[in-house]
């Protein structure tokens, strides 16, 4: 399996500018995570869908912040208007099903954003 | 919610000595408890875990130990060697859908 895929791998972008990230999630995962790392909060939750349904964006930090999930193997965060402290590297995640099983999470190798 | 707390945050240790990093969690609610390393430009990737029913899991150089009653538990990694040097991060699980991080471990080994 390719595991988990994130494009773009880098992005430097101008403040005001709209950024979009994308994910694609392993084949069969039925849970995805979107996640932030910063060195002052490290990794926070920001969103996580079920079956391509939001079920929590309490750590979404912002109107300026949405995600979508359209199909099973597709998702996007984007950011818009950008600012410089938005920052990050973004990892996209995805759990496997059922009920009881180990909750593994895996990760993708991250989209490092850069707001200047 | 859950808060995971982790120390140090930075450990150094010459090669083929131990390293133990720490973690404590909140919710005692939380039942599952994943370790994960992260080297340099990667993402995490799970190392280890714990369910909340075991005391105590071994792969090879890596152990992992929970003790519910205190609500902590530690990573051991033993005979370490340069390539153990990463970040590792400790996680709980409240519910079965979310892991909640801790700040994480800088991990040197020196040669």
């Known amino acids: 399996d390719a595991g988990v895929i994130q494009s773009p791998r880098h992005e430097v972008t101008e403040m005001g500018q709209e950024v979009t990230l994308r994910c694609k999630p392993i084949s069969g995962h039925d849970y995805l995570f979107w996640y932030r790392q910063t060195m002052m909060r490290g990794l926070e939750l920001l969103i996580y869908?079920?079956?391509?349904?939001?079920?929590?964006d309490s750590g979404m930090p912002e109107d300026r912040f949405s995600a979508k999930m359209p199909n099973a193997s597709f998702s996007t965060l984007k950011i818009q208007p950008s600012e410089p402290r938005d920052s990050a590297v973004y990892f996209c995640?995805?759990?496997?099903?059922?009920?009881?099983?180990?909750?593994?999470?895996?990760f993708g190798e991250g989209s490092w954003l850069t707001v200047v | 919610g859950e808060n995971v707390e982790q120390h140090p945050s930075t450990l150094s240790v010459q090669e083929g000595d131990s390293a133990v990093i720490k973690c404590t969690y909140s919710d005692s609610a939380s039942n599952y408890f994943p370790w994960y390393k992260q080297e340099l430009g990667k993402g995490p990737q799970l190392i280890i875990d714990?369910?909340?029913?075991?005391g105590e899991k071994k792969d090879q150089r890596i152990a992992v130990t929970l003790n519910k009653t205190a609500k902590h538990f530690s990573l051991h990694i033993t005979e370490t060697q340069p390539e153990d040097s990463a970040v590792y991060f400790c996680?709980?699980?409240?519910?079965?859908?979310?892991?909640?991080f801790g700040s994480g471990t800088r991990l040197l080994v020196r040669p």
């Open positions: 995640a995805s759990r496997p099903p059922g009920t009881g099983a180990r909750n593994t999470i895996y």
């Open positions: 869908f079920n079956n391509n349904v939001p079920i929590d």
């Open positions: 996680a709980a699980s409240p519910s079965s859908y979310k892991l909640i």
């Open positions: 714990i369910r909340s029913n075991v």
